[in-house]
């Protein structure tokens, strides 16, 4: 071990068997004179001295317990060598470890060592493949939606809407087992501004959001243990609003993978989205305990760039929900869907989402707070 670190000379470890065994490679005759100078020594004849350490012919150190004659009258490279002779030493090198500490390994387990490359050599061996594109970034599978949809700033640039909503729910055979109506008004300038307003008879609840302030009123009233419920509301109806447009925000919802789904009848392409965390709270690498996302799946026609369906998986609820997009109409040169159908595994619809009426509004920040 005292020899190893006696070869540490300026930050590199020096291959043992290297040190005084440049006179046993051939030499062609015109080299010989260049390269062994004009006095050449067997290597045999004296070991190779590094400090206070000699080597023998092979290039192992000597240490007090063998003596120096012992190995310095080895028989020469020509003559078989001894039964009981140790092979040659492997010639090392230095490799830094994590800690920091250097290390000598051999070079013939360079291949065992492999995989404590760094990540940033795996990302450029390929072995880690580079994140898609998301949002209106070149190169994201959403350009091909956005040529249908417009871009999200054209959806932007229409500012306060007032939207009337019809909710139908079906029982398991089709029947109409209640329905309900609603009035959604928001600011499409923003991802969380919107106010929806519920009349049933004399009775009217009011939900609003700005960000991330929710509150819930009854009859003009506070209703604070509906605030969880309203929060619910307000980000279901926002996303069916704002869909696709949102998903052109790359810091809100990142693009995971991209896909063809084939169906018997036709080709879908797919987009696999999250949403992000907070600022703050991203973190690189695998998390300790991760926790759910919001999660959607936009299928979309290869040809038009059309949006057909929507998965989606909302953390707070854990369930998968499925969305199919029908009759497309246009507000200001937008194309939008109309109707927003639910359907479970077997294909049968359980809810719909109609837009009956869509008008532009004035509004301001006070109509998505409490008044």
């Not at 010989?32 to 004296?46: E, I, V, Y």
């Not at 000597?62 to 002779?85: H, I, K, M």
Request: with cysteine.
């Amino acid at each position: 071990m005292h020899a190893f670190s006696m070869l540490l000379l300026g930050g590199v470890l020096l291959p043992a068997q290297v040190l005084g065994a440049q006179a046993d490679k051939p030499q062609g005759p015109g080299k010989a004179a260049a390269t062994q100078g004009p006095a050449t020594q067997d290597p045999a004849s004296k070991p190779t001295r590094v400090g206070l350490v000699e080597f023998d012919s092979n290039g192992y150190p000597l240490v007090p317990e063998e003596p120096v004659t012992g190995r310095a009258n080895n028989p020469s490279p020509a003559s078989p060598p001894p039964s009981n002779e140790r092979p040659p030493a492997p010639a090392v090198e230095v490799r830094r470890t994590s800690s920091g500490f250097r290390e000598p390994v051999a070079r013939d387990q360079q291949a065992e060592r492999a995989p404590l490359t760094t990540a940033a050599d795996a990302r450029s061996s390929g072995r880690n493949k580079p994140p898609l594109a998301s949002g209106m970034e070149p190169g994201s599978p959403l350009l091909d939606v956005f040529q249908f949809v417009r871009a999200p700033g054209s959806w932007k640039a229409i500012g306060g809407v007032s939207v009337w909503w019809l909710v139908t729910v079906y029982g398991p055979q089709g029947e109409v087992i209640g329905y309900r109506e609603l009035t959604q008004t928001a600011d499409c300038r923003y991802a969380d501004r919107d106010r929806l307003e519920y009349v049933n008879g004399t009775s009217s609840r009011v939900y609003g959001r700005s960000g991330a302030t929710v509150f819930a009123e009854r009859d003009g009233r506070p209703q604070f243990t509906a605030v969880e419920a309203a929060g619910h509301e307000l980000a279901l109806f926002g996303l069916q609003l704002r869909m696709p447009w949102a998903f052109g925000d790359a810091s809100t919802y990142v693009v995971v993978s991209r896909d063809v789904q084939t169906r018997p009848e036709e080709q879908l392409q797919r987009a696999v989205l999250e949403r992000r965390p907070p600022p703050g709270l991203e973190t690189f690498g695998p998390e300790v305990d991760p926790r759910p996302r919001d999660r959607f799946e936009l299928l979309y026609e290869p040809t038009s760039g059309r949006p057909r369906e929507l998965v989606y998986k909302f953390a707070a609820s854990g369930e998968t929900r499925r969305v199919r997009f029908e009759d497309w109409s246009e507000f200001q040169g937008i194309p939008y869907p109309r109707r927003r159908v639910y359907f479970d595994a077997e294909g049968r619809t359980t809810t719909t989402l109609e837009i009956r009426r869509m008008e532009p509004a004035n509004t301001s920040e006070r109509d998505f707070r409490m008044l």
